[in-house]
């Protein structure tokens, strides 16, 4: 999902180190620990999803309370992205790294014994903060480790950990919140980040040229409306994502009825259905300016309709779970090369940035959602929240290219 968001970074990291530089023993077992961190981290961010039911119940409030938890994460890593990118600048990328597993571990831990959803949503909270800056992290190490031409490649692999944790890590740690309590989730989550820490510590490169650099040229970026115009658009758009994802559990067993063994199946048709659009997206971004989004955006309106209309149906559900997925991950790699595009002499920035965007996104979705719940108009309504949201992201990216419709087309 975030590939083209770090390409810039990847590539700027090329630029300052030498091949020879470049030269360690054993770079796939670097990246592997690098995708053991990413897989920790998506699966404690959406396995998170999948137990809402369950730490409701056991901290006795309603679903739209619960989802409080949930947008707590995302500002985290709203905040956290651009702040702990910037003030870390000048640290060494394998102290960070490090650093930043031990205050995941510190989030997921807590959030393990959070005696009510007060506490809990601090605790989310702090394990989001670390979310943007390990995957920026992680993008430098990458372009190092493989060596000049090759950034891009490597972090595909280092990110292929938060692909399987959309397919896998959410489903396993709902199963698990399922049989032996929420609580467990978060400790299995502690547990993963424990071996992606060790073998971060045994395999990431002790180097000198992984050193921070001034962040203070990369803030000029700031200052350009079409940065912010990238950040609103997707902030908006990608919030029917989690519109929906967030709010899958209760899909399956309040709306369609259907015991909760179902939720981490469907959680794995909805992660599924990401994987096939993140494909899709990048050859649209590759080869189009604009139609990745607009294909998107749009598209993913009908399965969100049918869903609002007839996802009492398991038959109708899935389907459209798949194809929420698709489509909206379809459009995030145009958003990120915009974006990264607007900012190309800040890639680091740029690249927290993106991450925040889709955060803001996360938090939107999960709010709507839970506004419309709170409303009294059912279980299914989170989706016209989504839809709403999303609308709103393609007619405020469509309405300046209006004025140049030739290049709307591209």
């Not at 990118?85 to 490090?98: D, F, G, K, P, S």
């Not at 908006?236 to 063994?261: C, K």
């Not at 607007?342 to 925040?356: K, S």
Request: hydrophobic share 55%; aromatic share 8%; net charge positive.
């Amino acid at each position: 999902m975030l590939q083209l968001a770090y390409e810039g970074q990847c590539a700027a990291e090329e630029r300052r180190h030498t091949a020879a530089a470049s030269a360690i023993r054993n770079p796939k077992l670097t990246l592997l620990a690098l995708a053991m961190g990413t897989f920790a981290i998506g699966t404690g961010e959406f396995g998170s999803n999948g137990i809402i039911q369950l730490f409701a119940a056991d901290l006795d409030v309603s679903i739209p309370v619960a989802t409080y938890a949930i947008t707590a994460y995302a500002v985290g890593v709203i905040v956290g992205s651009p702040a702990i990118t910037l003030l870390a600048a000048r640290v060494n990328r394998r102290t960070l790294l490090l650093g930043l597993v031990a205050l995941f571990l510190a989030g997921n831990g807590l959030s393990a014994v959070a005696p009510d959803i007060t506490l809990l949503v601090v605790f989310r909270f702090l394990a989001g903060s670390v979310q943007g800056a390990f995957f920026g992290a992680g993008a430098v190490v990458a372009a190092y480790v493989y060596g000049p031409g090759r950034g891009g490649k490597a972090f595909t692999t280092v990110m292929a950990g938060l692909t399987v944790s959309t397919i896998v890590g959410s489903s396993l740690g709902t199963v698990i919140g399922q049989h032996a309590g929420w609580r467990v989730m978060y400790w299995t989550v502690v547990a993963a980040g424990l071996l992606a820490g060790a073998a971060l510590v045994a395999w990431l490169p002790r180097t000198d040229d992984l050193r921070g650099g001034s962040i203070g040229g990369e803030l000029g970026a700031l200052r350009r409306p079409g940065v912010w115009w990238m950040v609103a658009v997707a902030s908006l758009g990608i919030s029917s994502i989690f519109a929906v994802y967030t709010f899958i559990g209760p899909f399956v067993t309040d709306a369609a009825r259907q015991d909760a063994s179902v939720i981490p199946f469907a959680l794995a048709v909805f992660g599924l259905g990401m994987t096939a659009g993140n494909l899709a997206g990048g050859r649209l971004a590759d080869r189009f300016e604009h139609r990745g989004l607009i294909i998107g955006y749009g598209g993913v309106l009908l399965p969100l309709a049918l869903i609002g209309v007839a996802g009492g149906s398991l038959a109708v559900l899935l389907p459209c779970l798949f194809a929420v997925g698709a489509t909206m991950m379809a459009a995030i790699p145009t958003i990120q090369v915009r974006l990264t595009g607007f900012g190309p002499d800040a890639p680091t920035l740029m690249g927290a940035l993106n991450l925040a965007a889709l955060n803001l996104a996360n938090a939107l979705g999960a709010i709507g959602g839970a506004a419309t719940l709170t409303a009294g108009w059912g279980t299914l309504s989170t989706v016209w929240a989504g839809f709403a949201l999303t609308a709103a992201g393609l007619v405020l990216y469509l309405v300046p290219l209006a004025r140049r419709p030739t290049v709307a087309a591209r």
